[in-house]
């Protein structure tokens, strides 16, 4: 049984949890994992944003993202308890190329990772999967649905990423905490059974 205390009423982690677990929570830019950590996160996340400048322009490719204004430039930060025994510790990734450096310390240490997609750029996800698949890092994919676009059928989405049979596909509105358990309730049971049959 899951119990999730709101945002904002804990600080430390409860006596009772005796397994924590690092997820990173990964995605190419502007697809809202900085919405998603701070929108599960049950304490004040950390976030690295800044407004973006002129120096963006021919480097970063903001098609497609409307009226984005801020972007992260190191990694965000929260923490949720699953249950009573368990806690995860959410590591948002900076979506831009030229951060691809600082991947490598954050995805030390990673159970695995959520993989948010945005339909409206899907090609661009092929980059953070290949990243994680190259480091071995498990993952699901949440496919965040933004109001007022067209939304697919999640075998499509499935299809169109070339994932494994396996591999788990939710759809989400990064902006709710409901949503955003759901998707890391679904990793972390993904992850678990992973590790069962690799134990076995």
């Known amino acids: ?8 009423e804990v600080d430390y982690v409860a006596e009772t949890v005796t397994r924590s677990v ?3 929570v990964a995605g ?16 004040r996340p950390l976030r690295t944003e800044e407004t973006i400048t002129e120096a963006s322009i021919g480097v970063d490719d903001m098609a497609g993202l409307g009226t ?13 308890t699953l249950n009573p025994q368990l806690a995860l510790y959410l590591f948002g990734t900076p979506g831009q190329e030229r951060f691809a450096p600082l991947w490598e310390e954050l995805a030390r240490g990673a159970l695995g990772a959520l993989v948010l997609v945005d339909t409206r750029r899907i090609e661009k996800a092929d980059d953070v999967l290949s990243a994680l698949e190259q480091r071995g890092v498990p993952y699901a994919v949440a496919v965040n649905e933004f109001e007022g676009f067209r939304r697919y059928p999640l075998e499509e989405v499935r299809e ?16 709710r905490r409901d949503h955003g358990m759901r998707a890391l309730i679904t990793l972390a049971e993904y992850l678990f059974r992973r590790q069962e049959a690799n134990a076995s």
Do not use: H, W, Y
């Not at 049984?1 to 904002?8: E, K, L, N, T």
């Open 1 to 8: 049984m899951v119990s999730v205390p709101s945002r904002g």
């Open 22 to 24: 690092k997820i990173l």
């Open 28 to 43: 190419n830019f502007g697809v809202g994992k900085t919405t998603f950590v701070c929108g599960v996160s049950e304490i």
């Open 68 to 80: 984005k204004v801020q972007t992260t430039v190191a990694l965000d930060f929260g923490r949720i």
């Open 160 to 175: 169109a990423l070339d994932l494994a049979p396996d591999t788990p596909v939710v759809a989400v509105d990064a902006r």
